[in-house]
């Protein structure tokens, strides 16, 4: 038996010793370069992929060729020269083997990610509809708008490839497409005239740190309490079970006794929470595919009262990183401002709000407000159109160059004056609007930081905001809360953010 066993064995590694060294390995692409593609115009343009170490790879993007070598680990890259936008075009590579892809475009290519605002389908979700759904995935043929769809995955480590395909828009691929990246999409191609390209790399209700590499949390001691986080949230990770045992038997009986069900706190898969696991499966195999910048719609889970004051270093942070990993420079980076939501007492919006209000200082961002357009009732509001038009706005402005007025008005300081604070604001276009009677929603305090309920109004291009009770006012605060009554807006009908003009986010 033995030597028939390794008389076997010795036929086999003969039989792989003479295949054709193509059999063994072939040039290989990376999933995320395909037929149907969006390639960056005015920018090099990056091929990469595997092959044989040392062997020839020869690319061709409609005549413009390259020949390259796979290195010692059969990692091979080419570089070709910049395109203005045009397409449809073939690309060619080719070794021991050829592969050729159709259909490719060239214009510009946004990254969308985040939790499950930017998740949201554009046929919504059971308990969370989305506004004129039908209509819009009716009307969704769209030839120049390209869908690249990344499936969940958390990994250890950065990973080099994803098995997916870029896909042409059209009803059937966008009804399961991120729906705020497809409205940005569909508004930047009707009014650039450019073919668009939409990476969707989406996961709900996860955190800010699970999409921040290990290096840069690694880099900055100030980011070390994100493993506290960790730890806090896996103590009980093998309880679960029967916790949610006990939830289960809590709802029966609130049922069977008329009451409504109980709140429970909600229970992430502790695998999409890790540090930098997002990063490496999500974010890592796209950062050398060249791009024109990122929408970022995400902060709900990041909210709780012990953790929220962190955001205001990880989310910078993380904008940093994905910049210094794609290797882009200060490429475009839109946010979405988390909305109005109830929520639990537990969580704190409005900490997790002034950090991205604060982010706008990193250089070449711009965020979207979505206050007024919130569901305090559902973490999900039905109004995605709005939101993508925000954010639209935001790249119209700050990648395209267009003189338009893309924020509602920003606060930019707070001014005390006898028994009242003047608020100035930046963004105000032609002047600062109340919707309705009167301002609402300003908060003030004194000097012991205790804010009480105040009276604001317009006066020119500021906010006066006082309280009888206040002689000696210092601070102001605005939309203080998780689901907020505001409704400062500015000529253009963009909401103000909400803010506090205190130095430091207070601490819950």
Known sequence: MRIHTALRLVALVLALALLPRTAMCEVRLPGILSSHMVLQRDRPIHIWGWSNPGEKVSVDFHGVGRDVIGDSLGNWSAFLPPESAGGPFQLTVASSNKIVLDDILIGDVWFASGQSNMEFPLKGWEGAPMKDSAREIASAAQPQIRLLFIPHKAADFPLF????????????????????????????????????????????????????????????????????????????????????????????????????????????????????????????????YTIKGVIWYQGESNSRQGFAPMYAKLFPAMIADWREHWRQGNFPFLFVQISSYTSVPSENWPIIREAQRRTLSVANTAMAVTIDVGDPDNVHPADKQTVGTRLALAARALAYGENVEYSGPAFRQATPESDAVRVWFDHIANGLVAKGTSLQGFEIAGEDGHFVTATARIDGNTALVSNPQLTAPKCVRYGWSNAPEVNLFNSEGLPASPFTSEDEIPRP
């Open 161 to 288: 490839n994803r098995e997916t395909a870029w896909k042409v828009c059209t009803p059937e691929t966008v009804a399961d497409f991120s729906a705020v990246a497809y409205l940005f999409g569909r508004e930047l191609n009707a009014r650039e005239h450019v073919p668009i390209g939409l990476i969707d790399s989406t996961w709900g209700g996860t955190v800010v740190e699970a999409w921040t590499s290990l290096q840069a949390i690694s880099g900055d001691a100030g980011l070390m309490p994100v493993f506290a986080t960790r730890a806090h949230m896996m103590r009980t990770e093998d309880e679960v079970a029967a916790i949610l045992a006990k939830e289960k038997r809590e709802d029966v009986a609130a049922q069977q006794a008329g009451q409504p069900a109980p709140k429970h706190v909600w229970h992430p898969g502790p695998e999409s929470w890790a540090p930098a696991a997002l990063f490496n499966g999500m974010v890592a195999p796209l950062t050398p």
